[in-house]
């Protein structure tokens, strides 16, 4: 069973600040994704990574940043942190061989920016 | 580019009633599409899947989907549905390198006793 972990799960941040969310994969999976939820919206595309020191930008990149220091580990970063960034962002992975092209997600993180 | 829609933002039905939540999606080539389910305060769970073959997929807790090329349209069905299944429903496809998933704006289920 894929487990996904991210932490924290619910914060509060100030207009300006700077905000890191984290995410943990156990499933020695090669990509990862950050998307955020918003009502009407469904999931969207922040950033995604194919393995260890990479990130690319996904749908909807600008006010983040992502990080991928090892394979199991996957940060996204708000550096100068807005109210229009208040989401819940979900991370997921998953593997890029044979036909297993489904996504494995964490329970996400409620972020409320005031 | 590919997208995905949900048509019906909230559907309410009767426990023990059937259910069909509808999904269109637009995809040039062979589309691979999936249901997730959303439980309250839960991250999503993957539903079921298809995967280029028999249109009719059968998934968990008695969810199957009908895929139809020629109508672009890929509908969650459930015969009976339970108490249980109270939650959101999202529709997805794959879209480009890198398995991203493009995903609908999901469709809330509410169960009526």
């Known amino acids: 069973e894929a487990a996904v972990t991210q932490s924290p799960r619910n914060k509060v941040a100030v207009t300006g600040g700077k905000v890191t969310l984290s995410c943990n994969q156990t499933?020695?999976?090669?990509?990862m994704y950050w998307y955020r939820q918003d009502t009407g919206h469904g999931l969207r595309l922040i950033h995604y990574?194919?393995?260890?020191?990479?990130?690319e930008k996904g749908d909807i990149p600008d006010g983040y940043k992502a990080s991928r220091p090892s394979q199991e580990n996957f940060s996204l970063i708000l550096e100068l942190a807005t109210p229009s960034q208040t989401s819940v962002y979900f991370c997921?992975?998953?593997?890029?061989?044979?036909?297993?092209?489904?996504?494995?997600f964490g329970p996400g993180t409620r972020l409320t920016v005031l | 580019a590919q997208s995905v829609t949900q048509p019906d933002a909230r559907v309410t039905v009767s426990e023990g009633a059937s259910l069909q939540l509808r999904c269109k999606y637009s995809?040039?080539?062979?589309?691979?599409l999936f249901w997730y389910v959303q439980y309250p305060r839960q991250g999503l769970q993957l539903l079921l899947k298809?995967?280029?073959?028999?249109?009719v997929v059968q998934g968990v807790n008695g969810f199957e989907a009908e895929f139809s090329k020629s109508n672009s349209s890929f509908h969650l069905r459930k015969a009976s549905v339970h108490w249980s299944d109270w939650a959101v429903y999202f529709c997805?496809?794959?879209?480009?390198?890198?398995?991203?998933?493009?995903f609908g704006a999901g469709t809330r289920l509410a169960v009526c006793p």
């Open positions: 995809y040039f080539g062979t589309p691979y």
């Open positions: 499933n020695n999976h090669n990509n």
């Open positions: 298809y995967y280029p073959g028999d249109p």
């Open positions: 997921a992975s998953g593997d890029d061989w044979g036909y297993s092209y489904e996504q494995y």
């Open positions: 990574s194919y393995g260890a020191g990479s990130t």
């Open positions: 997805a496809v794959r879209s480009g390198s890198f398995n991203k998933l493009t």
